[in-house]
């Protein structure tokens, strides 16, 4: 059984930094892109980030670019979103995803197989 739990979220101020991990377990995880979304209060659930089997391929979305970093550690079975200069605008359900892959980039919500269950962000001003 698939699963991806994520962890790290919690309540923060505008300027501040967070480092959200993704454990996953159940599945060979270096056959898998793993990814980061975030579904804002009241809004659709948007791509924030992607990474290949290894750290050398990435894909962000515009918001994300200069700010999160994506990495894997393929020995801990682990996915880390480090977000910097967090803003309001960032506050969120944080989601961590596994897609066994295909294209690259990797960046829509039907294209993932699994989903954790979400880790709350919130940014204050």
């Known amino acids: 059984q698939v699963r991806l739990v994520e962890s790290g979220g919690g309540l923060v101020q505008a300027g501040d930094s967070l480092t959200l991990p993704c454990a996953a377990s159940g599945l060979s995880f270096t056959s898998y892109t793993m990814g980061w979304f975030r579904q804002p209060p009241g809004k659709e659930r948007e791509f924030v980030a992607a990474i290949g089997w290894s750290n050398s391929m990435t894909d962000y979305a515009n918001s994300a670019k200069g700010r999160f970093t994506i990495s894997r550690d393929n020995d801990k079975n682990t996915v880390y979103l480090q977000m910097n200069s967090l803003k309001p605008e960032d506050t969120a359900i944080y989601y961590c995803?596994?897609?066994?892959?295909?294209?690259?980039?990797?960046?829509?919500?039907?294209?993932?197989?699994?989903w954790g269950q979400g880790t709350q962000v919130t940014v204050s001003s």
């Open positions: 995803a596994a897609t066994i892959g295909g294209r690259w980039p990797v960046d829509e919500v039907y294209e993932y197989d699994y």
